[in-house]
């Protein structure tokens, strides 16, 4: 019988290693401040057809973004043999191997749209729970937490139905008896905690993949993905099954759009966040490229799975599915080390339910991560925590939901210099002395659409300066960009107008039109969050054009005509 070692199945399996160029991070902390990136959504299957092999991708909206973290008990010191770290090899760089993407999401409509996550078979089966089963579950995954150091705290699991009959219903978190602000909800031990040094085995490998072409989310991703192979035997297998219910859905039962199938992303045509699920599609994909990198770099991976290389034994599919879950339900813990600053917190989220205008955050203290209540709950009363400075187009993306009281809303702008400008260079030097780029994206917050107003308009007058002698005088000054002549003031007001009117058009539906849609009831839960980010966003951009008439009407002359422009500087539709 001939005997293979490492270094021959390694020459085996991996068919190419090439230098790449370091690839864009995906969501970051400043993205998800408290909790990171969105919901798992589907079922989906090995590229090995042994049905024991079939998996599914993780449940639970970080990112921008944009922030958590998970931890696994893998070196506390009740360690068990189920939950293993992935102890590192020497520190040197292996490169990943070339991966070619044959599978596409838009291949196959609505792939992502209905199965489950991490579990497979019948235990990962989306057919609807009775009661009485439903609860034992929760029941599991409490007692299962007690039985490992949980100590006693005041809330429970509880449910609430799917929009969808073939989905099981939604866990979330709810107060067990009556709280007051300041009260200690919970507290889950390190020890129940996923964080990359604990999956990595080592702080210093976590830093260097975190620092490099990996994200903290496609390391928790894959990991969670292999302990799911292990089934039952895995220790984080009640953690695993809850995700899973779960399907990557926030307290609204709706995925992110990253899993959404092409008819579905049509509710957002016309908004800039359909280009950004796009854009983290592509990241993700890059992402998945670098997967064997982890994989070598992981010493117990290697021993434990030696002919598993990632690319191989997960489809593209099953890990976007996995990584949005991981996205959806990370917690970004402040004031830790960078290889623990990612989280899965078992009582975290989805199970719990996030709110712009709340304080409270699970907090790092000691040996555990704590929730603190920053207001009076009922018993039975759902638990919400701060989601973070994000805007709805991110809560969206990360979560699957819109918060329509989000103080942080905003919309974004881009403007920039025109490069065929004679005088570009000067009008850049200007524009750089004064806090802005060549390419400036300018946040219109809700609320403050006519200050992003005035903060837009010394820019747009510099790109509007064609004679030399004003151009200097601008030079000398100090400061923004004064009011130069009526007419040159006009047109960029004009142009302004312009801007908001195309953007407004570029949208299929008008403003009145989605309020009446929403006025329905059995509007499609994913075209409901769609419509109502649609909806805010076009309530933004009338405010804005609104803003800019009054600027006009303002004029010493209001029907005094623009100046010409040969060289205008450009905003991007």
């Known amino acids: ?50 049905p024991a092999n079939l998996t599914s991708s993780i449940g639970m909206d970080v990112a921008y973004l944009l922030n958590s973290c998970c931890v696994s008990p893998v070196l506390s010191s009740s360690r068990s043999p189920s939950h293993r770290p992935f102890s590192c090899l020497p520190a040197f760089r292996i490169q990943s191997r070339c991966a070619a993407f044959r599978s596409s999401r838009r291949c196959t409509p609505c792939f992502a749209c209905g199965a489950d996550t991490l579990l497979a078979g019948s235990e990962g089966s989306s057919q609807v729970v009775p009661g009485d089963k439903a609860s034992a579950e ?16 005041k809330v429970v699991l509880k449910e609430r139905p799917s929009h969808d009959g073939k989905h099981r219903p939604i866990h979330y978190i709810a ?19 996923v964080t ?33 192979k292990q089934g039952k035997k895995s220790f984080w297998y009640p953690f695993i099954r809850e995700l899973d219910r779960q399907r990557g859905r926030g307290q609204l039962a709706v995925e992110s759009p990253i899993l959404w199938c092409e008819s579905e992303l049509a509710y957002l045509d016309g908004s800039h966040t359909k ?10 994909k890059r992402e998945y490229n670098e997967l064997d990198t982890v994989w070598f770099m992981a010493g117990s991976l290697f021993k434990q799975y030696p002919f598993d290389i990632p690319t191989e ?25 960078l290889a623990r600053r990612f989280a899965l917190v078992p009582f975290g989220p989805p199970l719990l339910a996030y709110k712009s205008n709340c304080k409270a955050m699970l907090t790092a203290v000691e040996d555990a991560v704590q929730l603190v209540v920053d207001r009076p709950y009922k018993a039975g009363d759902p638990i919400v925590v701060w989601c973070g400075p994000q805007p709805n187009s991110r809560l969206l993306l990360n979560y699957g939901f819109v918060d329509e009281d989000n103080l942080y809303d905003r919309i974004v702008i881009e403007a920039s210099l025109n490069t065929e400008d004679p005088q570009y260079q000067e009008k850049r030097m200007v524009a750089q002395r004064n806090g802005k780029l060549a390419v400036q994206v300018f946040h219109v917050y809700v609320g403050r659409e006519k200050e992003a107003i005035l903060e837009m308009l010394p820019y747009l007058r510099l790109g509007y300066i064609s004679d030399t002698a004003e151009m200097h005088s601008v030079i000398s000054s100090q400061g923004p960009t ?92």
């Open 1 to 50: 019988m001939r005997v293979i070692n490492k270094e021959q199945i390694i020459k085996k399996k991996i068919i190419c290693l090439t230098s790449s160029p370091p690839n864009p991070r995906l969501p970051t902390s400043a993205d998800h401040p408290h909790s990171l990136r969105p919901p798992l959504g589907c079922s989906y299957y090995s590229k090995n057809p042994n």
């Open 138 to 153: 929760a029941g599991d995954l409490k007692s299962w937490l007690h039985r490992h150091g949980l100590p006693p705290c």
């Open 175 to 193: 107060a067990s008896e009556d709280l007051q602000a300041g009260d200690v909800a919970f507290s889950v031990p390190n020890s129940l905690v």
């Open 196 to 228: 990359l040094d604990r999956v990595l085995g080592n702080e210093t490998i976590a830093e260097l993949l975190t620092t490099n072409k990996l994200s903290e989310l496609a390391c928790l991703a894959l990991y969670l993905m292999y302990e799911k």
């Open 275 to 284: 280009d950004e699920v796009l854009e983290r599609e592509e990241g993700i």
């Open 313 to 337: 034994a997960f489809s593209f599919e099953i890990f976007k599915q996995a990584f949005v879950a991981v996205q959806s339900c990370v917690v970004h813990l402040q004031k830790v080390s």
């Open 482 to 573: 004064c009011p130069l002549s009526p007419c040159m003031e006009r047109a960029v007001l004009d142009q302004l107008v312009f801007y908001f009117e195309a953007r407004l058009a570029a949208y299929p539906t008008t403003l009145s039109e989605d309020e009446t849609m929403l006025a329905h009831s059995n509007l499609d839960p994913k075209k409901r969050v769609a419509v109502q980010l649609v909806k805010l966003e076009k309530r933004m951009l009338h405010a804005c054009l609104q803003a800019t008439f009054d600027f006009i009407s303002q004029l010493p002359d209001s029907t005094i005509s623009p100046c010409p422009a040969p060289f205008s500087p450009h905003l991007k539709i």
